[in-house]
């Protein structure tokens, strides 16, 4: 007996270093696609450098937030200020929001933000909906162009960022899907629904099968199931709009058949208790 109960701990032991030696190697994964940077490089020492960085992705509103930094360099530059135009530098962007931005000469450069319009999926395909976005900068200065390096990286911890295509020199088409961690909780907010719909509509089994009446116990647990069911629905990742994958595939059929079992209980438990002893 002894023995065997050690087998049991040690089982637990083991299970338990395995699901945390799982978790940190998709925390790792995870990161490793979140932190990475896509650059078009341009190798001329007189050139505008953008670093653009992805700051949030608005799903329902179809928007990409980019904030830019620009920094000229070489004779783009003034001598002994770096980040200072010598001359006045106009940006023309893939951007619906501002189009494209002016830095007058001598005036240091400070990051601006900029709305990029959204290809893809609708939201309601929420937790398997994914998106692209064309990212492209163009330079002038005194009316000819400028080569360009840009270089871009995603600070959104909801999405994952990759290059899709490249478009020219400057410009670069990006796709974003949903993270390993708002996919693993979209599948268990799923299977967790069907789980509590289920355990309800066992314990519902048992009342009515077994004409214990009303009890009142059972009575408050289904109904509070009822009602945290949809505040547990409502902290999914992303906040997605009410008729997306998740409501369909299992939030509102859970909740339908939590309401059905507490109506079932309710009603047979009332003729029990007034039926003729």
Request: overall charge neutral.
């Amino acid at each position: 007996m002894r023995q065997f109960r050690w087998v049991r701990w040690l089982a637990v032991f083991v299970v338990a270093a395995l699901a945390g030696t799982v978790g940190a190697w998709l925390y790792a994964t995870e990161r490793d696609a979140r932190d990475r940077l896509f650059s078009v490089q341009s190798d001329a020492a007189d050139r505008i450098e953008i670093d653009a960085s992805v700051q949030r992705i608005e799903a329902p509103a179809r928007d990409l937030v980019l904030r830019v930094d620009v920094t000229p360099l070489g004779r783009y530059a003034e001598p002994g200020s770096p980040g200072t135009p010598s001359r006045e530098i106009l940006i023309e962007t893939t951007a619906s929001r501002p189009g494209s931005l002016t830095f007058p000469a001598g005036q240091r450069v400070s990051s601006a933000d900029l709305t990029v319009g959204l290809t893809g999926d609708a939201v309601t395909a929420y937790p398997f909906d994914g998106y692209e976005a064309e990212i492209g900068f163009y330079a002038e200065v005194a009316g000819e162009p400028v080569p360009v390096s840009v270089r871009v990286f995603s600070n959104d911890a909801l999405f994952r960022a990759r290059v899709a295509s490249k478009v020219d020199e400057s410009t670069v088409r990006m796709s974003f899907s949903r993270t390993y961690g708002s996919l693993i909780m979209g599948w268990f907010m799923i299977l967790g629904m069907w789980a509590l719909a289920l355990a309800v509509l066992g314990g519902t089994w048992i009342i009515v099968s077994q004409r214990r009446g009303l009890v009142w116990p059972a009575l408050g647990w289904m109904a509070a199931s009822f009602f945290a069911l949809a505040a547990f629905r409502n902290t999914a990742p992303g906040l997605p709009p009410i008729g997306s994958v998740l409501d369909y595939a299992a939030f509102l059929w859970a909740e339908a058949v939590i309401a059905l079992c507490l109506a079932v209980t309710a009603a047979v438990g009332v003729r029990t208790e007034r039926a003729p002893q």
